[in-house]
């Protein structure tokens, strides 16, 4: 596990949403929950095709 991995950087968007930063141990399901949306909405938005399979590090872009 790098640094990287583990330190979220969050920022406003504007009218996109919110991006952060997938960290080691994050899931989708618990991420939707924080953020208050839905798995397919995260999954659609970051442009992650299979919705079991993310990688700490990536970009997450959080709908409004």
């Known amino acids: 596990i790098t640094t ?3 330190d979220v950087r969050a920022r406003r ?4 949403g ?4 997938i960290r080691w ?3 989708l399901s618990e991420l939707a929950v924080r953020f208050g949306t839905s ?5 659609r938005e970051s442009g992650i095709a299979d ?3 993310i990688y700490a590090g ?3 872009k959080v709908p409004r």
């Open 4 to 6: 990287q991995e583990l």
């Open 13 to 16: 968007t504007g009218d996109a």
């Open 18 to 21: 919110r991006d952060d930063t």
């Open 25 to 27: 141990g994050d899931t």
């Open 39 to 43: 798995i397919a909405a995260l999954a």
């Open 51 to 53: 919705p079991d399979l």
């Open 58 to 60: 990536a970009n997450l």
